[in-house]
Nanobody, 125 residues
Framework: QVQLVESGGGLVQAGGSLRLSCVAS????????MGWFRQAIGKEREFVAG????????AYAESVKGRFTISRDNAKNTVYLQMNSLKPEETAVYYC??????????????????WGQGTQVTVSS
């Protein structure tokens, strides 16, 4: 069982930056690929970024490429999402999730096994 706790959300102006963190409980964090997802009001949850368990491969939604960076520190059981040049339409609850280890990060929401409670990100125009 992996428990995930996100932090770092908040209110930011358009064009600003935020860094989200997700801390995992348990000694086996390094065995999981990790992903960040988001869900805006009235919309389905969508993939944002993913990283393999060793951090050697990453994947991004097209809409965030070049602006968001996912990283992890296995010694700290933590995965990060650095978000730059934020847009108002990216206002959402952001979730981290854990997936079994695969060669590349998977993007399908329904296959991730463990989820955090989410952190609200609000981007004002």
């Amino acid at each position: 069982q992996v428990q995930l706790v996100e932090s770092g959300g908040g209110l930011v102006q358009a064009g600003g930056s935020l860094r989200l963190s997700c801390v995992a409980s348990g000694p086996i964090f390094s065995m999981y690929n990790m992903g960040w997802f988001r869900q805006a009001i009235g919309k389905e949850r969508e993939f944002v970024a993913g990283i393999t368990r060793r951090g050697d491969r990453t994947a991004y939604a097209e809409s965030v490429k070049g602006r968001f960076t996912i990283s992890r520190d296995n010694a700290k059981n933590t995965v990060y999402l650095q978000m730059n040049s934020l847009k108002p339409e990216e206002t959402a609850v952001y979730y981290c999730a854990a997936d079994m280890a695969t060669a590349t990060p998977r993007t399908q929401t329904d296959i991730y096994k463990y989820w955090g409670q989410g952190t609200q990100v609000t981007v004002s125009s």
